[in-house]
């Protein structure tokens, strides 16, 4: 028993050090060893990024069509939280032991525009 784990063991450690062990980069043939830029070179940390790249041409070629719907009815959404979600806030605000309003509440609704 200790004899056949120990193999067993030797046999992994093995195959886990040669797996790793290829220079190649994955998808590169020997003929093509050249140096392929990313679709996209934007990086959101960067600050200077959309001034010296173009993000519109690392985008898709065709958006989803549920983008377009979200759009639409975007006003919709923004009317019922200006309509209903900002009042009930209001209103917790005024007894938050009444309601659960805690601090946490108060900071989400104090960053809203």
């Known amino acids: 028993m200790n004899v056949t784990s120990t193999i067993l063991g030797i046999m992994m450690l093995t195959l886990v050090a ?8 994955q998808g590169a043939s020997v ?7 990313p679709t996209s070179i ?8 959309l001034v010296y790249s173009d993000p519109a041409a690392g985008s898709a070629v065709n958006d989803h069509p549920l983008r377009w719907f ?3 009815v975007h006003p919709l959404g923004v009317a019922l939280d200006h309509g ?8 917790a605000s005024g007894s938050p032991y ?4 805690t601090a946490e509440d108060n900071m989400v609704n104090a ?3």
């Open 42 to 49: 934007y990086n959101i940390l960067d600050s200077t990024a």
């Open 111 to 113: 960053q809203r525009r």
């Open 18 to 25: 040669t797996g790793c062990s290829t220079t190649r980069q």
């Open 70 to 72: 979200g759009f639409m």
């Open 84 to 91: 209903i979600n900002r009042p009930i806030y209001s209103l």
């Open 31 to 37: 003929d093509s060893l050249e140096y392929t830029p």
């Open 98 to 101: 009444l309601f659960g309003y």
